[in-house]
């Protein structure tokens, strides 16, 4: 048995783009990276949901690699201007964001990985 599409004129139809909506991990991400120069790739992200009694929010835990000579300069100034930026998320206040761990390698090349954990903070 053959399926047939049969063609009603005067109805149209068009194909639809699916376009995911982009979450708060996923704004943060694309955040740390243009802060990182696009010098980094991501290795993992994990996101913990946070909350006190007045606040509420979403701790992330982010861990980038640096490779080859410009990308670990690159990985060197993220660190540096990683804890007084201001991040631009929409609807999210980032409340703290810390570097806690740094692993340096030279051989075979240059390379830098680093853990940052930033806590983000539902604005009212």
């Known amino acids: ?6 063609d009603f004129p005067g109805f149209e139809t068009k194909a639809r783009r ?14 740390v990276l243009m802060l990182a120069e ?5 290795l993992s992200h994990t996101e913990t949901p946070w909350a006190s009694i007045t606040f509420s929010g979403s701790r992330h ?11 670990v300069a ?6 540096a201007a990683l804890p007084d930026h201001e991040f631009a998320i929409p609807g999210q206040l ?3 964001a810390t570097v806690s761990h740094v692993d340096h390698q030279l051989m075979p090349g240059p390379r830098m990985m680093v853990t940052a954990v930033l806590l983000l903070l539902e604005e009212a």
């Open 1 to 6: 048995m053959r399926a047939e599409f049969i």
């Open 18 to 31: 699916y376009h995911p909506r982009r979450t708060t991990g996923d704004r943060l991400h694309e955040a």
């Open 38 to 42: 696009a010098q980094a790739s991501l």
């Open 61 to 71: 835990e982010i861990m980038l690699i640096f490779e080859g000579p410009e990308a």
């Open 74 to 79: 690159a990985g060197e100034r993220f660190i």
């Open 94 to 96: 980032v409340a703290d």
